[in-house]
């Protein structure tokens, strides 16, 4: 074909791109993913809906990803590490996190995908955490979701973590990959238990299938999840992918909680 019909046809189905978008608006007027609002576009938040997100940027600690406060940041060009981070590394090697999981648009997100059966909202919150991940992303090999116990996922019918990860992969050309990863264990909820009871709780809940192993080792991994908490979670399946061969296990997380005192890592 030509460059004059190519131009053509291009033109052509650009046009009628556009018009499928104003159909669709006309029918579905695009509102505030959290507060239902008009707003000009589908997929996104309102003025006042984004001016309410934490949104995590440097600095931060390379390892946890917990902001620092403006003030802080890495001296002569170096990164900066947090002193819990030094103190306590975790297993995995990095995290990162679009939002602070505060009262707002980020909570209403979270809750609304994972309880609220909202499975649309796992495209533009995929898409947020895939430019936060970006540099994990550059390095990465695979994508792990963090697996629901069979129980839980009977109950649930679908796992948030895995819709958020297929987003990702299709944003960034990572492929995802499930059962690779399994929770073998039926932990009971985590809220309200504190951090040390959080890891023991996690002791032993994730582990790789023998007949898997070999699609891991020596495999840059990123596990996705849609809320990072106390670390416990990520913590235990990163050791079991690492026990399993892994290279390395970062971690992405729509949300996680940060506290405001000591920047704690999660």
Known sequence: MSLGPRLLLASGLGAIKRAGALALDLLYPPVCLACRRAIAAHGGLCADCWRAVRFIERPYCERLGAPFEASFGADDGERAISPEAQADPPVFARLRAVACFDEG???????????????????????????????????????????????????????????????????????????????????????????????????????????????????????????????????????????????????????????ETRNESI
């Not at 979270?110 to 533009?124: M, S």
């Not at 990860?165 to 238990?193: D, F, H, W, Y």
């Not at 002791?203 to 840059?220: C, I, N, T, Y």
């Open 105 to 259: 648009p980020v909570r209403t997100l979270v809750h609304r995908l994972k309880y609220g059966d909202r499975l649309e909202l796992a495209g533009p919150m995929g898409r947020w955490m895939a430019r936060a991940g970006a540099e994990l992303l550059d390095e990465a090999d695979l994508l792990i979701p963090v697996p629901l116990h069979a129980s839980r996922l009977a109950h649930r019918r679908f796992n948030q973590s895995v819709l958020l990860a297929r987003e990702i992969s299709r944003c960034s050309g990572v492929p995802l990959r499930t059962g690779l990863l399994m929770r073998v264990k039926p932990t009971p909820p985590q809220v309200g238990l504190s951090r040390r009871l959080r890891a023991l709780n996690m002791q032993g809940a994730f582990a790789a299938p023998p007949d898997k192993k070999g699609e891991l080792a020596h495999r840059r991994l990123v596990l996705v999840d849609d809320v990072a908490t106390s670390g416990s979670t990520l913590n235990a399946a990163a050791r079991a992918l690492l026990r399993a061969g892994a290279e390395r296990v970062d971690a992405l997380a729509f949300a996680r909680v940060v506290t």
